[in-house]
């Protein structure tokens, strides 16, 4: 047992802080906030440009030489800041499963275009008719010669408006059980039959629907086996789940306790000194550490070449019930306080948004309902309780 | 970072497991109950030189780190096996310290010394219930400005308590252990017993883990042999939601107790704030997850014939041999919270 994984990223935290300090624009956090566009194709491509995407990425796929902890350490200092990278965060998800899966044509000609920034990949598994179902997708993807033609919707395509490829998952086969007849495709979002509708949302979050009609892909962009889609989306939701890397800096707690530590309660004491106070952070902290360390674990799994696929999907379950407790708590140890918004409110508004925002967090990326069931069937062994279909 | 015991605690796990599994059965646990320890269990841990193996190879002992202490705490956790480890090796690690220990010690590595430990100080002459205090032969207490030993004289008898975890209970008072022998004094006394009650917390945690996976293992079993309406009940989703959400908090709670130790050995300045967030939270899961167990076992598990009754009781009454955990949470908050510049 070693618990030593901060020290290497600890040396490279200076110099990510002082990349940031070069290159991100503050602008870009209020750009994020009222766009509700969770990428920033600026920040991206100078991402891109200097390597960074492509630290600890095979060679021959594009990977540099840049070390993947500073990269790391960049990536955090960037979430420390209050930027989200969205855009990267799917298309790292899906190139990680293109080289697990893909033809070597596919390989070359995404992975190596994604790592340099020039290609932003988003997710398009969910349908207005089915999400935690995700099996049960309609949209229709038929072939023509050395093509498909793909028609139909897909709900919550995140980040699709500044995006180059959506990641489909259609249905080539109508004829055979649901998990039997899936593909997934690598579709152009710039084909003349797309067309993106914002959503927005609790969060300030904007996502999208998106409708295709008649889309052309080129079968050169299929990612797995016609009719494997099922065992390409098992290999796509493994990295999706317990991969995502924490921001860098205090966390929402550390900064409510730094707070708490000079304003006063009802009483004009200071708000850490009441006990009752003091206890619940530090119930938080627990399940702050506590998540850390399944994160940990997830990346301890990987790296030693498993599969993560319980482990994150524990840590995903965790994580995302955490942060609900932690609002929930956090809004009431604010008080009214927790009711004004941006800078009306303490430490920016951040309790504030956090209870707008935590909702989601047990719902996309697989609900909570649909982590426990992993937990329970691949864990723990228990039946299945799904109709089987 | 490489989370994997290492071959040598693999080793030494499979052989404490081993011990703990044949010598720790359930009977023996049931038999030994109303004493809350099992003398030819704690002769067995004694020919394996467990008592002292956390002492330095120099005065005796085994020179094991905490990590590997806390590979045996598990295992005998796991049996919810009946001698109160935890409070031995700590002692054992109290008494090592100064040169006055050293024959208690040796009695303690031979086996003529039972000793366990006094967590709160005493106050007003008595450190209030302490757990291995009805069968030890010296208890190491934080007196004042003093660490130190004490003991009974001869004919003294205590009065075992009767506890809600079979833990060999009794109050400590001066006036019934009313001989003394100073460790240390002042600081270096008010250091050295907060050093190993921050060690104790790591090794309770630890038998709490231990207990928590086998309290998870013993419900789970049962879901899938249990019928009811025709399916087993592990087929009912919100049986499956609740043991997920357990097997979840468990992982996380093994992570943290094996963090713990490893910030302990490695000297880190969080050590003592992982081994309260270590104790809490193995606590808290622990317990949970014995009452989960306990309660999908339906009316059975209610009897005294099933064995998850053993660790629904011990899961809340090994860690609140320390005290309320709320004194803990705000201990914790202050290791965690305060030290900054605000
Ligand atoms: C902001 C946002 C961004 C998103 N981004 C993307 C994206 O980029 N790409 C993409 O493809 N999708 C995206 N999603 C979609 C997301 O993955 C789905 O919302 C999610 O999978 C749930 O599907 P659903 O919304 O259809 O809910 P449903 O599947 O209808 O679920 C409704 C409720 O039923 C529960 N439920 C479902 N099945 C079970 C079961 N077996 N047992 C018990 N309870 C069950 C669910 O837990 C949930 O509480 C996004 C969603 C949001 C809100």
Not at chain 1, 76 to 92: F, K, N, P, Y
Request: negative net charge.
């Amino acid at each position: 047992m070693d618990f030593t994984e901060h020290d290497s990223l600890a040396e490279f935290r200076k110099a990510a802080t002082a990349w940031a300090d070069e290159h991100v624009d503050p602008a870009w956090v209020d750009l994020e906030h009222t766009t509700g566009t969770h990428h920033n194709p600026e920040l991206h491509a100078l991402l891109g440009a200097q390597g960074l995407l492509g630290a600890g990425w095979p060679a021959q796929y594009g990977g540099t030489d840049v070390d993947p902890a500073y990269a790391l350490a960049v990536f955090q200092e960037i979430g420390a800041r209050g930027l989200r990278m969205d855009g990267w965060v799917t298309t790292e998800m899906v190139a990680r499963t293109i080289l697990h899966v893909a033809t070597e044509e596919a390989k070359q000609e995404i992975v190596p275009a994604a790592l340099r920034g020039e290609v932003v990949i988003v997710l398009g598994y969910t349908e207005p008719g089915s999400g935690s179902d995700v099996a049960a997708a309609k949209m229709r993807a038929v072939r023509d010669g050395d093509e498909w033609v793909v028609n139909g919707s897909k709900m919550f395509t995140s980040t699709a408006h500044m995006a180059t490829h959506v990641f489909l998952l259609t249905r080539t086969n109508t004829e055979v059980s649901k998990h039997k007849g899936l593909t997934l495709l690598l579709a152009r979002l710039d084909d003349p039959g797309v067309e993106v509708q914002p959503v927005h949302t609790l969060g300030g979050q904007r996502t999208n629907a998106t409708f295709y009609s008649d889309v052309r892909v080129p079968d050169t962009l299929r990612i797995g086996d016609v009719d494997g889609g099922w065992g390409v989306m098992r290999v796509a939701l493994v990295h999706e789940r317990g991969t995502a890397t924490a921001p860098g800096g205090p966390t929402l707690v550390e900064q409510v306790a730094a707070w708490a530590r000079s304003a006063p309660g009802a009483d004009g004491a200071p708000l850490l000194d009441d006990p009752t106070v003091a206890e619940q952070l530090a119930r938080l902290a627990i399940d702050e550490e506590v998540g850390r360390l399944l994160g940990l674990k997830v990346r301890w799994v990987a790296s030693t070449g498993g599969m993560p696929g319980i482990e994150g999907s524990m840590q995903k379950l965790h994580s995302s019930e955490a942060e609900q407790r932690r609002v929930d708590v956090l809004t009431d140890l604010l008080g009214e306080q927790a009711l004004l918004a941006g800078d009306a409110g303490p430490l920016h508004g951040a309790v504030e948004w956090a209870l707008r925002k935590a909702p989601v967090s047990t719902i996309y990326g697989g609900s909570s309902e649909v982590m426990r069931e992993i937990v329970a069937e691949r864990r723990l062994g228990l039946p299945r309780s799904r109709p089987i279909g | 970072m490489d989370l994997s015991l290492t071959e040598d605690q693999q080793a030494l796990r499979g052989s404490v497991a081993e011990l703990f599994e044949k010598q720790a059965t359930p009977e023996r646990v049931r038999a030994a109950e109303a004493v809350g320890h099992d003398a030819a269990l704690w002769r067995v841990l004694v020919q394996s030189g467990i008592p002292t193996m956390g002492v330095a190879e120099e005065l005796g002992g085994g020179g094991a780190t905490v990590s590997d202490l806390v590979v045996v705490a598990i295992e005998a956790g796991r049996r919810v096996a009946p001698v109160v480890l935890p409070e031995v090796l700590t002692a054992a690690a109290l008494l090592a310290g100064p040169a006055a220990g050293a024959d208690l010690l040796a009695g303690v590595g031979e086996g003529t010394v039972l000793p366990t430990v006094a967590l709160r100080p005493l106050r007003d002459g008595t450190a209030g219930p302490v757990a291995g205090a009805a069968v030890a032969d010296v208890v190491v207490a934080l007196d004042g400005e003093e660490l130190v030993v004490l003991s009974r004289r001869e004919g003294v008898a205590v009065e075992p308590l009767p506890d809600l975890g079979g833990a060999a209970i009794a109050e400590v008072s001066t006036a019934v252990w009313s001989q003394r022998l100073v460790l240390a004094t002042g600081d270096e006394a008010r250091r050295a017993h907060a050093d190993a009650v921050s060690l104790w917390r790591v090794l309770t945690a630890a038998a709490l883990e231990g207990l928590r996976q086998e309290a998870l293992r013993i419900g789970v079993d049962y879901v899938k042999d249990r019928h009811a309406f025709g399916v087993p009940i592990a087929w009912f989703q919100t049986v499956q939601h609740r043991l997920a959400d357990l097997a979840t908090a468990g992982d996380g709670a093994e992570l943290l107790v094996h963090e713990a130790a490893w910030a302990r050995d490695a000297g880190s300045v969080k050590a003592a704030a992982l081994a309260r967030m270590a104790l809490l939270f193995a606590g808290e899961t622990a317990f949970a997850t014995a009452a989960a167990s306990l309660h999908f076992h339906g009316g059975y598990g209610y009897t005294l014939e099933y064995d998850i009754q053993l660790y629904y009781r011990r899961a809340k009454a090994w860690q609140l041999a320390l005290g309320a955990p709320r004194y803990e949470l705000r201990a914790l908050a202050a290791d965690l919270f305060a030290g900054e510049a605000a």
